[in-house]
């Protein structure tokens, strides 16, 4: 347990202090936000602040597990680095949005199918090769079952795995993207997730089916549990030390760059952990803003009429009169219970599966 806890430490400590220096030097050079002219004219202020934080925590989160395995003396596993791997790919494809954005001042950044294949490329490789490195027992990092608190079901074999793995990674990174349109929403909400995270990775290491001592009917065929609580406790270290920076009002923001990667990285723990649709809960307000946006688009299609005054969901409420802080402390105990109800509902499959 010694690992999650210097993790967790080791990742909020860098991004405390590392995040004033990425913010002089992304100043220095002018990468400074690009505000988007549809948007609520209240975020006129944010024009020129710098973006691309998420680098902050990426490399945070990456330095903070090498660390803890250094300083434990444990080797890493491929679950952990899987994740990883997701998480910093996505976060490379975000990144390159963001350059063009700031360097060409075009606020689409990358054109939708590049974006889009940068998004597959990452996706696929991380689909492919988590069904590979079985362990003496047989189980591989992720599993061509679908999962709630566990698996379930038939094997879907690895090509609708694949296809399906995909969709996650995708639907999570674009909400995460979609939610970050606030001071310090996304990374609030994602720091939330990944202590949901941590948890899970523990319970699921104590209740393995691996562990000869306490393993039963309710045990968990996960690869590697414990890592991936290590990786969640980095990252829920490294978003609460960027907090501090890009809280109201925010002194940086993570750019595509932070959110496509935050998006990667919950997707990555979930299919890893086994809880690919216990995610749509713990992450439920991520879900929310994106049907937001769904549910705009198909009634203008379909109608011509707009549900909300704005989407995603977030400035909706701002042009009805709320202010930024109210929206994002609402939207935090939004998804505050949703972790508290996604943590029941795995406890809850834990005693059923006794």
Request: net charge positive; glycine share 12%; hydrophobic share 50%.
């Amino acid at each position: 347990m010694k690992q999650i806890l210097f993790s967790g430490m080791i990742g909020l400590f860098l991004t405390l202090i590392g995040t004033p220096l990425l913010i002089k030097l992304l100043a220095k050079k002018g990468y400074g936000q690009f505000i988007r002219d549809d948007g609520p004219r209240s975020h006129g202020s944010k024009k020129g602040t710098p973006t691309m934080g998420g680098i902050s925590f990426i490399l945070a989160t990456i330095i903070a597990y090498a660390l803890t395995k250094v300083i434990t003396s444990s080797d890493p596993t491929f679950s952990g680095v899987l994740v990883l791997f997701l998480f910093a790919g996505m976060g490379l494809v975000g990144f390159l949005d963001d350059y063009i954005k700031i360097v060409k001042q075009r606020s689409l950044g990358l054109r939708a199918k590049a974006k889009m294949a940068g998004q597959l490329i990452v996706g696929i490789a991380f689909a492919v090769l988590s069904l590979q490195f079985a362990d003496l027992r047989g189980a591989t990092p992720a599993s061509d079952r679908l999962s709630f608190t566990q698996d379930f079901g038939w094997q879907i074999g690895p090509v609708l795995f694949v296809i399906w793995a995909l969709f996650m990674i995708l639907a999570m990174s674009n909400g995460v993207n979609l939610t970050d349109g606030l001071d310090g929403l996304a990374t609030g909400a994602s720091v939330m997730v990944f202590g949901a995270y941590t948890f899970i990775g523990i319970w699921q290491h104590q209740e393995s089916c691996a562990n000869a001592i306490t393993a039963g009917p309710g045990c968990y065929e996960v690869r590697d549990p414990l890592d991936l609580a290590v990786v969640a406790s980095a990252l829920m270290g490294a978003c609460f030390g960027f907090l501090w920076w890009n809280t109201s009002p925010a002194k940086i923001f993570m750019g595509d760059t932070g959110s496509l990667a935050l998006g990667g990285a919950l997707a990555g723990l979930a299919i890893c952990s086994r809880t690919e649709l216990l995610l749509a809960v713990l992450g439920g307000l991520f879900v929310l803003i994106t049907m937001s946006v769904v549910i705009q688009v198909g009634s203008f299609r379909l109608t011509g009429k707009r549900v909300f005054r704005m989407a995603p969901l977030q400035h909706h409420f701002e042009l009805k009169g709320w202010s930024e802080v109210l929206v994002v402390v609402r939207f935090w105990i939004i998804q505050g219970m949703c972790v508290i109800v996604g943590l029941g509902l795995f406890y809850g499959g834990w005693q059923a599966a006794k």
